[in-house]
């Protein structure tokens, strides 16, 4: 068990610690949005670093957190206790385990859609024999009577474009694998949360990261 800290402010609490201990601390009811980053579990098919003409070699080791088997069953009784009635959830995931959420959280809420990231800037295949790897999912679900927060139809749309995360967002010490950009999360946590404009000026809002066993809890 990792141990628990909290950081408070006047508008909001960041909390770090495990997160799966954690949720079971949030009260019932009381969540406007999860948005969770959990592994994506595709460790497994890594085939080693990448080594690339003319300069250094491509990351394509992630962490041995990855490895761990996520079961979005386990996540379902605390997920629907939390949330409000009219609130939302968006898991970021990818396409080994999109059926496994859909399995898991489809017959538990009126909808289930998915929201494609794509990224403006992927890392670049040099030998041209597959696609980019420059879109990622993310499973949302919702009840009837859910709340949103769009200003046009732009923003209906279930894509967002925008680069991967660059410098100086880019964490490097330690270095993250798959880091979001900020730019992503805030429209996320606007058109979904009903009323937050930026993701520092939060209430009761849940930003649940899985990797590196952290939780922000707003």
Not at 19 to 26: A, F, K, P, V
Not at 73 to 94: A, E, M, Q
Request: proline share 7%; hydrophobic share 40%.
């Amino acid at each position: 068990m990792h141990k628990l800290t909290k950081i408070k402010t006047r508008n909001y609490t960041v909390v770090n610690g495990d997160c799966l201990d954690y949720l079971g601390q949030i009260p019932d009811n009381s969540i406007d949005l999860i948005l969770t980053d959990p592994p994506y579990n595709i460790a497994q098919y890594s085939t080693g670093n990448i080594n690339l003409p003319g300069r250094s070699a491509l990351n394509n080791d992630l962490a041995e957190w990855d490895l761990i088997p996520i079961d979005p069953f386990d996540l379902l009784p605390d997920f629907k206790r939390i949330i409000k009635p009219d609130g939302n959830i968006f898991v970021f995931t990818s396409y080994n385990l999109i059926g496994k959420w859909h399995e898991a959280f489809d017959s538990e809420f009126d909808t289930f859609q998915f929201f494609i990231w794509h990224k403006t800037n992927p890392a670049p295949k040099i030998f041209k024999n597959g696609f980019l790897n420059s879109c990622e999912m993310i499973a949302c679900m919702w009840n009837k009577g859910h709340k949103w927060n769009f200003s046009d139809q732009r923003n209906m749309h279930n894509f967002f474009e925008s680069p991967i995360c660059m410098k100086p967002e880019r964490l490097s010490a330690p270095k993250h694998p798959s880091q979001k950009p900020v730019r992503l999360l805030e429209h996320i946590v606007s058109i979904a949360s009903g009323r937050i404009p930026k993701i520092d000026d939060c209430r009761m809002v849940a930003i649940v990261f899985f990797c590196n066993a952290c939780i922000v809890a707003v």
